[in-house]
């Protein structure tokens, strides 16, 4: 029972853990001063829905979708592919969700430089400003609105990682399926082609990922820019000249932060399904190379797998794309 377990799939930790490490290792420093925020709060109009909102909103949308598609097709290609590793690779995945979670939690209480960049600071932004009182102040299940929209996301598409990073494994894990005279079954095409679709879903669950924490990361700056419009209306040069260079440097921040996780999506995507579908390369071309000394198909072999490079890198093509969008506060 033991080795059908896919502990190899604890390695999507590995990317988390290098990300948080790294944010440790910065030197703390000011983003902006709170004098700077309630400025920028004061500038803010208290429309009831800011611009850009209901772009936000749909990605997040889109997101979860992208997310349930992606776990439904991991749990139904192990059932159809490895029925005999389908009770270990459900309740592993669902213990790792569940022990991510619980890690989370934990570490909350610890002041981690992690949490500061990528949620406090935020909390520090909205609270000055129109849109932080529903946001910041109202709660549900003991939860503010701004951490729903953080956590939900974030928590389907952990959950999204672990269920590809473990169904790739489980069904790698038993009988060879690229020995040469396998490769006309059906069962193992089959196969390789559903290995194939979770790596495709995933990074589509990343692409989502990046887009919607881009649009997260770049909220503030697109609602102060909106604010610093309406001081340009009223004549207030001196405040909007304060204004647009906190404007630049918070627009910097979520355009680093953007790029930051993007990366850090990419290495997710590379450890959770690239790793195994490299192993799968590196045995096909072994056994072309060891049956039939053929240095053409072991050529056509490599060039299909350093085809799926871009692939492992759309999460960074994404953020960066989104980037580039017409919104202003966005771009610069």
Same mark, same amino acid.
């Given at each position: 029972m033991i080795r059908r377990?896919?502990?190899?799939?604890?390695?999507?930790?590995?990317?988390?853990?290098?990300?948080?490490?790294?944010?440790?290792?910065?030197?703390?420093?000011?983003?902006?001063?709170?004098?700077?925020?309630?400025?920028?709060?004061?500038?803010?109009?208290?429309?009831?829905?800011?611009?850009?909102?209901?772009?936000?909103?749909?990605?997040?949308?889109?997101h979860v979708f992208v997310c349930t598609a992606s776990v439904t097709l991991s749990v139904r290609a192990v059932y159809e592919q490895n029925r005999v590793g389908f009770v270990p690779f459900l309740a592993f995945s669902v213990i790792m969700a569940f022990g991510i979670l619980s890690l989370f939690i934990l570490l909350r209480p610890y002041d981690l430089v992690a949490y500061f960049f990528t949620h406090d600071f935020f909390v520090c932004f909205y609270s000055q400003t129109p849109i932080g009182e529903y946001w910041v102040h109202?709660?549900?299940?003991?939860?503010?609105? *701004?951490?729903?929209?953080? $956590? @939900?996301? =974030?928590?389907?598409?952990?959950?999204?990682? /672990? !269920?590809?990073?473990?169904?790739?494994?489980?069904?790698?894990?038993?009988?060879?399926?690229?020995?040469?005279?396998?490769?006309?079954?059906?069962?193992?095409?089959?196969?390789?082609?559903?290995?194939?679709?979770?790596?495709?879903?995933?990074?589509?669950? *990343?692409?989502?990922?990046? $887009? @919607?924490? =881009?649009?997260?990361?770049?909220?503030?700056? /697109? !609602?102060?820019?909106?604010?610093?419009?309406?001081?340009?209306?009223?004549?207030?040069?001196?405040?909007?000249?304060i204004l647009t260079d906190l404007l630049e440097r918070i627009r910097q921040f979520g355009a680093d932060l953007s790029f930051y996780w993007s990366l850090i999506f990419s290495l997710t995507l590379i450890t959770a399904v690239g790793l195994p579908m490299l192993s799968v390369y590196v045995r096909q071309g072994s056994a072309t190379l060891r049956e039939d000394n053929d240095f053409g198909s072991l050529m056509q072999i490599g060039g299909s797998a350093l085809g799926k490079a871009t692939m492992y890198l759309s999460p960074v093509i994404a953020g960066v794309l989104t980037r580039s969008l017409s919104i202003p506060g966005l771009s610069s």
């Open positions: 377990i896919p502990f190899g799939a604890m390695i999507i930790l590995v990317p988390v853990a290098l990300a948080v490490i790294a944010f440790e290792l910065l030197a703390p420093f000011n983003i902006a001063s709170q004098s700077d925020l309630a400025l920028a709060g004061g500038a803010i109009p208290s429309n009831p829905f800011p611009k850009n909102m209901l772009l936000f909103m749909g990605l997040q949308i889109v109202t709660k549900l299940f003991g939860l503010t609105i *701004l951490d729903l929209l953080v $956590l @939900t996301p =974030t928590w389907l598409g952990v959950v999204a990682v /672990i !269920f590809a990073a473990t169904a790739s494994r489980t069904m790698l894990a038993y009988e060879p399926i690229y020995e040469p005279d396998e490769f006309e079954d059906a069962d193992d095409a089959a196969r390789l082609a559903l290995l194939k679709l979770i790596t495709y879903g995933l990074a589509a669950v *990343l692409c989502s990922s990046a $887009l @919607t924490a =881009t649009m997260y990361f770049h909220l503030p700056s /697109i !609602f102060l820019n909106q604010g610093i419009d309406s001081q340009m209306v009223q004549g207030a040069e001196t405040t909007s000249a």
